[in-house]
């Protein structure tokens, strides 16, 4: 019931529609990806500031072990940090080709749908040819 430009204009529209709502989610993940190296580095930066009051508190009696507290919550946090970074980037970066994969998909499909449209409207327009009789 719609005209040609009305059909493909509601047809982008729909397709972006369902394309936002695929990646509605990746916000999320994306800000997961990009937070937790900079938790992880915090962290390491509170372990080593916790090492050195340590080491200040001991004074000339400095002992290597009472740094191992903190350059052990310092690599902690770093490795967790890392931990959820690289997963979370992995999953964004597979879901974000997978939306670009759709809407290929959906492009291809549109132009196929009108291009199809068009070509019955030629074909009903013009009579088909008789070669036989040319």
Do not use: H, Y
């Amino acid at each position: 019931d719609l005209s040609d430009t009305a059909a493909r204009e509601e047809t982008a529209r729909v397709a972006k529609r369902l394309l936002a709502g695929q990646g509605g989610g990746l916000r999320a993940l994306e800000l997961i990806a990009t937070v937790a190296p900079l938790l992880g580095l915090l962290g390491t930066v509170l372990g080593m500031i916790a090492a050195f009051q340590a080491l200040q508190e001991a004074g000339n009696r400095a002992d290597p072990a009472m740094l191992a507290g903190g350059i052990w919550e310092a690599l902690l946090t770093t490795a967790a940090g890392m931990a959820v970074a690289i997963p979370a980037s992995a999953a964004l970066t597979w879901c974000e080709a997978v939306i670009d994969s759709m809407r290929t998909d959906m492009e291809d499909l549109a132009a196929r749908i009108f291009v199809a449209s068009e070509i019955a409207e030629v074909g009903a327009v013009q009579p088909p040819r008789d070669v036989a009789a040319e």
